[in-house]
């Protein structure tokens, strides 16, 4: 199926943690990212899940370049993104845009909304004045907002309406891939569907790449082709959204799943209840990170790491468990 | 298809919206505020009379009379009286507020500019800029203010630019310190990342971004600054190290005045209460452009 928009490999940002004495520097980092490897195809959406903290924001930053990665490699259309000179890095990023987790503090206060929509053209000298302002004109109406708002400011908008300006702004440039950061969490129920909706509509009608980033599976499940599910910074497991779904090998992913609302009372689901809470990113337990959480926890998983490995074709998770399965 | 959108719905109706933007225009908040009002009349008022100061003046602010030295209020046709060289209290008194007026402002903006950059640096950049920039500012603030204007003064030497330069320098480390912790805050807020996730440079992040959302406190603290720096001219003039001699500045006044406080009570009250009023309406009006400008505060 051709070749990767995006390659992500072996990338870990550590940030360092300020050390308890005063111009001592500690030896100790947060893992934010630790070892993430995956690739996005042209034209599908990548959902990655997770706990609040597991990293996935630091992802979303690494790869639209915000911060640099302590190691790795990161290729967007065979272009390494890490080592491209501060020139290149402009012009990649027409091509990768990102709407943020929260609609309210991602839009200046200070600018009427058809500036801030423009702004990406001002940025990168793109047309006219005239043709600018028809350009934003045009993309109110593609993401369903009155061309005539363009004159107010943020504060006057709902949360739906400031998330579908932010649309409107990651589209301005005609970008190959979006990542979205959790774009609906911060919504209501009833708007989170229509943003939805539209991110789905947008996606058909310009041909675009999502990686969609969630804590909330049920999200998750209307947007993604494929899924990949993050804990402690690392990729758990990661595979077609039917086989996450429908058989999920990844002791965590089992949980998060179970803990989706089931459709009907009559449907029997069991619960898988976590205990304990996520550890500190700081000082991740050894072996498998979540062996003190799981409830199938064998010796092996408290000195061994376990690696990602391919159950099906596309479908890979790191768990001792999936080895015992297949012997 | 636009008009009946759930999320159109939302939306305030566009003649309700109008009638909400009007009642909460700045300047009717402003303004509402009966302090904030009074103060903003006087110094209308006040700028008219530092313009047309050769209008309204009944006599040359220089002109000297031996004949008509220390005259009470009314008498001989002068308003406020005659200082002991026989010059016309009330002409001077108007003349004064142009010196005040244009060191208060001038000294204010040279500040502002000069402190503004320092601050935006040092807070967005952060590191060792930030240090070393701080650092010196620190040590400027060390001095009391009116001391570090004496100084510059000294090492200057009289006349109005000079009294510009000093006030404007010693106002330096306190916008640098406004601006700075102004920028701290607003660099952390997402919609910068989202400016610089759109492949904006520094400067225009800075200019089209960070500034304009830092200006708010930044415009009180200068109105506040305006009173500050007219009380340090009027101190320097006071001490003998402001404007030239002949030149009417209220705090030269008052000096003189000083040595006639028996004789002649009116010179020193005069040009001390101008300087009380001037100072006070200032201060009230920045209380309430502080309030008006807070989005929160809906008097
Ligand atoms: N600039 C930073 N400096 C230090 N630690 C950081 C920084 N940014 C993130 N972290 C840490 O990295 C970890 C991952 O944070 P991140 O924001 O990526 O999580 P997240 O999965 O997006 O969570 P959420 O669902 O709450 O948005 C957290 O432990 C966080 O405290
Ligand atoms: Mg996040």
């Not at chain 2, 320092?118 to 952060?126: A, P, T």
Request: charged fraction near 20%.
């Amino acid at each position: 199926m051709g070749h990767p928009l995006l390659e992500v490999k072996q990338v870990k940002k550590h940030f360092p943690v300020k050390g308890t004495i005063p111009f001592v520097p500690s030896r100790q980092s947060v893992k934010a990212v630790d070892n993430v490897n995956f690739h996005v195809m042209p034209g599908e959406t990548l959902g990655i899940v997770g706990e609040s903290g597991c990293g996935k924001s630091t992802l979303a930053r690494l790869i639209n370049r915000l911060i640099s990665p302590t190691e790795g490699e990161m290729n967007f259309k065979n272009k390494d993104l890490v080592s491209l000179s501060k020139r290149d890095l402009r012009t990649v990023r027409k091509n990768i845009q990102m709407v943020f987790q929260d609609p309210y503090a991602s839009l200046d206060p200070r600018k009427r909304v058809g500036q801030l929509i423009e702004e990406p053209l001002v940025i990168h000298g793109v047309g006219d004045s005239v043709s600018r302002k028809r350009r934003v004109a045009e993309l109110l109406e593609i993401v369903g907002l009155n061309p005539r708002y363009q004159n107010r400011y943020a504060h006057e908008f709902s949360g739906g309406q400031r998330q579908r300006i932010n649309i409107a702004r990651a589209l301005t440039l005609n970008p190959e891939l979006i990542i979205c950061d959790e774009p609906v969490s911060a919504l209501d129920v009833s708007v989170q569907a229509q943003v939805i909706n539209l991110l789905k509509d947008l996606q058909k009608q310009f041909q675009l790449t999502y990686i969609f980033i969630s804590h909330d599976l049920n999200v998750v499940r209307y947007m993604c082709d494929r899924i990949a599910v993050m804990y402690l910074g690392k990729i758990v497991e990661i595979g077609s959204y039917e086989e996450i779904y429908h058989s999920p090998k990844h002791p965590y992913t089992q949980a998060l799943l179970s803990a989706i609302p089931v459709e009907s009372p009559y449907e029997n689901k069991e619960r898988i209840i976590l205990t304990g809470n996520v550890p500190s990113p700081i000082a991740p337990p050894p072996g498998c990170a979540f062996h003190e959480r799981c409830p199938f926890v064998m010796d092996k998983c408290k000195t061994e790491t376990p690696p990602l490995i391919e159950t099906t074709e596309a479908h890979r998770a790191s768990c001792h468990l999936i080895k015992k399965e297949e012997e | 298809m636009h008009n009946e959108t759930a999320s159109d719905r939302e939306l305030l109706y566009e003649e309700q919206y109008k009638r909400a933007q009007k009642e909460q225009s700045f300047m009717r908040k402003l303004l509402r505020n009966k302090l904030a009002a009074f103060g903003f009349f006087v110094m209308i008022v006040l700028v008219f009379t530092a313009i047309f100061a050769p209008w309204i003046a009944t006599h040359p602010p220089h002109q000297m009379d031996v004949t008509r030295t220390l005259l009470g209020p009314g008498e001989m046709g002068h308003l406020l009286g005659t200082d002991s060289y026989g010059r016309d209290t009330f002409s001077r008194i108007i003349y004064g507020a142009r010196i005040s007026l244009i060191v208060g402002v001038a000294a204010v903006v040279f500040g502002a500019v000069f402190g503004s950059l320092l601050g935006v640096i040092s807070g967005y950049f952060g590191g060792k800029i930030d240090a070393i920039i701080m650092r010196i500012m620190d040590g400027m603030m060390a001095f009391p203010f009116i001391l570090l204007a004496i100084v510059l003064m000294t090492v200057f030497g009289q006349g109005l630019m000079n009294v510009i330069f000093a006030i404007g320098i010693a106002n330096i480390p306190g916008f640098a310190r406004v601006v700075r912790g102004q920028v701290l805050s607003v660099k952390e807020a997402d919609y910068i990342d989202v400016t610089r996730s759109l492949g904006a440079k520094n400067t225009r992040i800075i200019f089209h971004h960070v500034l304009p959302n830092s200006i708010a406190p930044l415009i009180v603290y200068a109105t506040m600054a305006v009173a500050g720096a007219i009380i340090s001219e009027a101190s320097l003039s006071f001490l003998g190290l402001g404007v030239q001699p002949p030149t009417a500045s209220w705090g030269s006044m008052l000096q003189e005045g000083k040595d006639y406080l028996v004789l002649n009570p009116e010179l020193a009250t005069i040009s001390g209460l101008a300087i009380l009023i001037t100072v006070l309406s200032i201060n009230l009006f920045g209380d309430g452009l502080r309030d008006a400008l807070d989005p929160k505060m809906k008097i």
